[in-house]
Structures are given as C-alpha cells and as structure tokens.
C-alpha cells in the first residue's frame, strides 16, 4: 500500500555505520538536499552504528529512505514487501552492465605471501587465521566472501552460521561493524584477514602497486586518512580475493511515501543534474572524499527487484 497522502513529518534517511562518520556528512547532507526539493520535506538524517537497526528501521516505515546493501535491502524486503529499490548508482558506462562494486579479502602487505601456494593466492593458505568480516547482513562484507570460502572448503562441515563464529577453518572470527571497522580489524592485526569492500575504503586509501580491484594489487592509508584510518597512515594491505557485487541501491518503504514522491524523487536521482552534481558525484582526480565517485558516465538508474536475485542465490 502506499501512502495516500503527503506527510508533514521530516523525510527520514537512515545510514549504515559504513557511511555514518563524520567524514560523510557533505555527502549525506548533499543528498538530504535533493530529497528535500523532491518532497519538500525537511530531511532528519538518521545514523547507526549497527546494521540490523538500519534494516529494520526501513522495514518497519521509521525511516522512509535507506542507502543499503543488496543483502540488506533483501532482508528488509523480507521483512515488508513495502520496501522497494528506488535507484542504483550505475558503472562508468552509465548502464546496469558494469554497476558492480567489490569485495575484497585483505592481508598485510608485510604477510601476504603466507597466502600463496604456488606463486597462487588462494584460500588453501588462509586456513588456520583469524578472519574479520563486516556484519552478516552485509554483503561484500559477509554474504559473498562466506559463499566463496564455503564452495572453496566444501569438504568441510562448514555453514555460513558456523562462519559467523570461530569454526574449523578460522578458529577466530571478528566482526568490525562497518567496512572499516573490518578493515582497521586487519591493519592493526586483531585479524589476519579482512573482508571489506572498495567504495567504502576509497577515501581512506591510495593504489600503491597492481591494478585496483586485482589480485596481488596494494594499497596504502593515505597522508590524511580521516578516522578510523588516521592512525594507520603509510600502512599497506595486499588483496588477495577480489570478487564483484552488485551496485547498492537507495531502498525507499512505499507504505510511508506517496506516489508523487516517489516519483519526483526517483526523477530528480536519475536526472541529469544529480548526474552533474559534483557533491553526489565526485570527480574521481579531484582529491574530495564521498559517497560516490565519478571517472566516466556514472549516473543514477532505476532497478527492479528481481535485479537483486542473484544476491539472492547466495543464500539458497
């Protein structure tokens, strides 16, 4: 059901931990922006600490618009069959084709070659040490890192219950909370290993060697890393699993907005100027952090549902 009238109550966004820091806030607040043209409603930013909160925050119709994951998105979608995708930042070529981000497995640079056999990165290695992941609604975090280590050990009585707790393969398993978290779980060695993701590390870190998003690829905390990053400056990692995702969607609950707003929000995201708006999108060489990055013809598309089945999959 969706809503039948406008409200006059604040339009509420809730945010993941991943993007709930205070070095976000331009960009959350440039987003505030565009939903309150959209609906003339002021916007009340709504920040976690927690994933399950954000998930059932826009489940429930407390909060009206979600920036999650496709694993949390599903789970809401789960939860109430009022939720739906309202947009997907698309890849460089301005299509669904290539709108992927990645998850990564990451270690020290100084121990990476513990990981190899045979000159080969490979999860063989990683058997025996500590793995943080992000939370187990995350995605790039969680659900697809787990899906390949449970296919890569399928000889073992592994499940993904069993990962989110220190089993026969990591007898240690962290959770960092937020992608960084993760990350930062692995820097300081409280992990061997860490399962995170590229777009929520991209303003805290440099390629220092490889090719980004490879295997084998290095990177290294930048000169003003913002917090939690700030005192991990000129540590390097080394990635050793790199497997694509698909693109995090804008969630919307259409038992708390009205079809008008739904739509004018909708054609505001995928408009040209949104496209053009260097506070959504910011230039990829221009130095600024954000929540979304601009190297060719990144933009804003409309995504039905079903897009996100083979996140889905993942859990069969």
Request: glycine share 6%; net charge negative; with cysteine.
């Amino acid at each position: 059901e969706k809503a039948d009238v406008k409200s006059d109550e604040p339009l509420v966004m809730v945010w993941y931990p991943n993007e709930s820091g205070s070095d976000m806030a331009s960009s959350r607040d440039a987003f505030g922006e565009i939903f309150e043209k959209a609906t003339g409603r002021k916007v009340e930013h709504k920040l976690t600490t927690d994933y399950a909160i954000a998930i059932e925050s826009i489940a429930n119709g407390n909060a009206d618009i979600a920036f999650m994951g496709p694993q949390g998105y599903i789970e809401a979608k789960d939860k109430s069959d009022d939720v739906e995708p309202l947009v997907v930042p698309s890849g460089e070529s301005g299509t669904l084709d290539d709108a992927v981000y990645y998850s990564w497995l990451a270690v020290p640079k100084d121990k990476a070659e513990q990981y190899k056999v045979n000159g080969e990165y490979t999860l063989d290695a990683t058997e025996g040490k500590t793995i943080s992941f992000v939370s187990a609604s995350s995605t790039s975090g969680f659900k697809v890192p787990t899906s390949s280590i449970l296919s890569h050990f399928s000889d073992k009585n592994l499940t993904e219950e069993a990962l989110m707790e220190g089993n026969e393969v990591y007898p240690d398993v962290l959770f960092g909370d937020s992608h960084q978290g993760s990350a930062v779980n692995m820097l300081m060695e409280r992990s061997d290993i860490a399962a995170f993701c590229n777009t929520c590390v991209e303003a805290y870190v440099d390629l220092a060697e490889g090719e980004k998003n490879t295997l084998g690829a290095v990177y290294k905390v930048k000169e003003n890393a913002a917090a939690p990053f700030n005192t991990l400056v000129g540590k390097e990692f080394v990635l050793i699993q790199v497997t694509p995702v698909l693109n995090s969607p804008f969630v919307i609950n259409t038992s708390v907005l009205s079809e008008e707003e739904i739509k004018t929000l909708k054609e505001l995201l995928i408009s040209d100027e949104t496209t053009n708006n260097t506070s959504i999108f910011v230039p990829e060489d221009s130095g600024g952090s954000g929540l979304f990055y601009k190297a060719a013809g990144e933009r804003f598309l409309e995504v039905e549902d079903a897009w996100f089945n083979p996140v889905r999959e993942l859990s069969k």
